[in-house]
Each structure stands twice: as structure tokens, then as C-alpha cells.
């Protein structure tokens, strides 16, 4: 059983920036998908960021195009969520999402694997 581990979330002010990290144990590379969820308490998780294997796009949601970059970094073996000019709103547990079946990492309910969460909290 893969385990997905996050790392890098804390407290910021607005127009700060946070790196999220996540990380898989025992490594693998044969994912399907990756990507970033996020939610707040009471709401649904939503997507914010992913990347597929095959193809070199990268997708995000509209509320972050600009501000966040996700990545892969082949050298620690990391997802990478970069995370800049940080506003209020994207205040949220960051969650960390992998897919080795072929199913789109664009919502919840496809994501086979989870990591733990990490809590994200911009200050205005």
C-alpha cells in the first residue's frame, strides 16, 4: 500500500507564499495522475492543481492560475505545489492526490490514493 505524505504547510500573510511538498512511500513513479486538493470544513474537497505522466500539461483552477505552480521534482522525488501571492480565501487543509488507474485526478471521487492533509492559513 502507497502512502502519500505532505509537507510544507504554515501560516502566511496575504501575498506571501508557502511550498507544499508531497511525497510517496515506498516511492513509485507509476502514476497515472497527480495533483492538490484543498478544503475548507463543511465544503467539498476541490481541485486546485494537477499533472498526468503521459502529457506535459499542467491544470489548475481558476482561482489560482497565475499564483500556483505544481511540479514534479525527479531529484528528491516530490510533487511540488508552489504556492505564491497567497490570499485569504485560499485558506484550507491541502491535500495531496495520486491515481495509478486511468481515471482523471479532477475530482474527489476518482483519487485512489490521499495523503494526510496539510493546513494551509493565509492572514490579511
Known amino acids: 500500500q502507497v502512502q502519500l505524505a505532505e509537507s510544507g504547510g504554515g501560516s502566511v500573510q496575504a501575498g506571501g507564499s508557502l511550498r507544499l511538498s508531497c511525497a510517496a512511500s515506498p516511492y513509485t513513479s507509476d502514476w497515472y495522475c497527480m495533483g492538490w486538493f484543498r478544503q475548507l470544513p463543511g465544503k467539498e474537497r476541490e481541485a486546485v492543481a494537477r499533472?498526468?505522466?503521459?502529457?506535459?500539461?499542467?491544470f489548475y483552477a481558476d482561482s489560482v492560475k497565475g499564483r500556483f505552480t505544481i511540479s514534479q521534482d525527479n531529484a528528491s522525488k516530490t510533487m511540488i505545489l508552489q504556492m505564491n501571492s497567497l490570499k485569504p480565501e485560499d485558506t484550507a487543509m491541502y491535500y495531496c492526490a495520486a491515481n495509478r488507474q486511468r481515471r482523471l485526478c479532477d475530482t474527489s471521487s476518482n483519487i485512489d490514493y490521499w495523503g494526510q492533509g496539510t493546513q494551509v492559513t493565509v492572514s490579511s
Open positions: 499533472l498526468y505522466s503521459a502529457i506535459p500539461d499542467k
